[in-house]
């Protein structure tokens, strides 16, 4: 299933003048039910959601390129507090209550972040193996998760002559194999920008940002707060175990503490031990079934 219309693209100014890049499907719908309000995985984009979107049902739905990645603006030093105060400047901005947040790996951390800014603004939160580690994995602070040796990401390829030949590497290729096809395209049709320079495409999340972003992923140790002050119901999707601490970093694998749900006043766990960290992407359909079974 695809996206029929395409979708409406806002502008939205954070709190250091930072301009975030949202989009709205549905705007007619805007009122009929609870709005969705999507955030996305490091290095991806909002319209990575488009199969998600697919299958909601016509609902009225935002999602939002997080600060450096797709089309909004954000440069280094990266600090994952300021992916949620983005998020609670977005709901500010649409002026948002009762939301349904939806948020995918870092997007799920900012999504927890944005609720316990900003309360009355959500009815329940739907977090897909969001990047929340346990309180002690935070002890040790910036950078350990790489023991401050370059991220791997910050090699990855920026520049591409096309979208189609970029979709043709990727295809069939680990992660990507276990993707949608759908997704795979929506991926790199709006993860590519016109090169400044005239010569091709680049990536929409500049490689080193993106990188960075993994190198402080254990920075924020006050989210943990965060997810004590939330007091919406939430959904913790968990994909498959790492099968040791080394691994918890690795695509294939949950990067999510095992007592998070436990740890939100209101939270449950649902585990999806054959997917990988990469569900949204594998299943639309299911995580669209999730949004709206509540």
């Known amino acids: 299933m695809v996206v029929g219309m395409p979708p409406l693209e806002h502008r939205v100014a954070a709190a250091d003048g930072v301009s975030l890049c ?3 499907w549905n705007a ?49 030093p990266v600090d994952w507090r300021l992916f949620g105060r983005d998020l609670a400047e977005l709901m500010r901005a649409f002026d948002l209550r009762d939301a349904v947040g939806v948020g995918h790996s870092m997007g799920g951390h900012a999504t927890t972040e944005a609720a316990a800014a900003e309360p009355e603004r959500y009815r329940r939160l739907v977090l897909i193996d969001p990047v929340i580690g346990s309180p002690e994995a935070y002890v040790a602070g910036r950078r350990a998760a790489f023991a401050d040796t370059p991220h791997p990401t910050a090699k990855r390829r920026a520049r591409w002559p096309s979208p189609a030949e970029m979709l043709s590497r990727f295809r069939g290729r680990p992660p990507f ?26 990536l929409a999340c500049d490689p080193a940002f993106e990188a960075e972003v993994y ?60 997917r990988t960290h990469f569900v949204p992407m594998e299943d639309p359909a299911q995580v669209a079934r999730w949004i709206l079974d509540g």
């Open 22 to 24: 949202v989009f709205e």
């Open 28 to 76: 007619g719908a805007r009122g009929r039910d609870d709005t969705l309000v999507l955030a996305h995985a490091t290095g991806f984009h909002g319209r990575c959601w488009d199969q998600v979107v697919a299958h909601l049902d016509g609902r009225h739905v935002l999602a939002v390129d997080q600060r450096g990645h797709g089309r909004s603006d954000g440069t280094p």
């Open 177 to 202: 194999d276990t993707w949608d096809p759908a997704v795979l395209r929506d991926y790199v049709e709006h993860g590519l920008l016109p090169d400044p320079a005239g010569k091709g495409w680049v």
């Open 215 to 274: 190198m402080n992923a254990l920075e924020n140790a006050g989210v943990h707060d965060s997810v004590a002050r939330v007091s919406a119901p939430v959904l913790v999707v968990r994909a498959k175990e790492p099968p040791s601490l080394r691994d918890r970093m690795d695509f294939r694998f949950s990067p999510t503490w095992p007592g998070l749900a436990g740890a939100f006043r209101h939270g449950r766990e649902i585990r999806v031990p054959d």
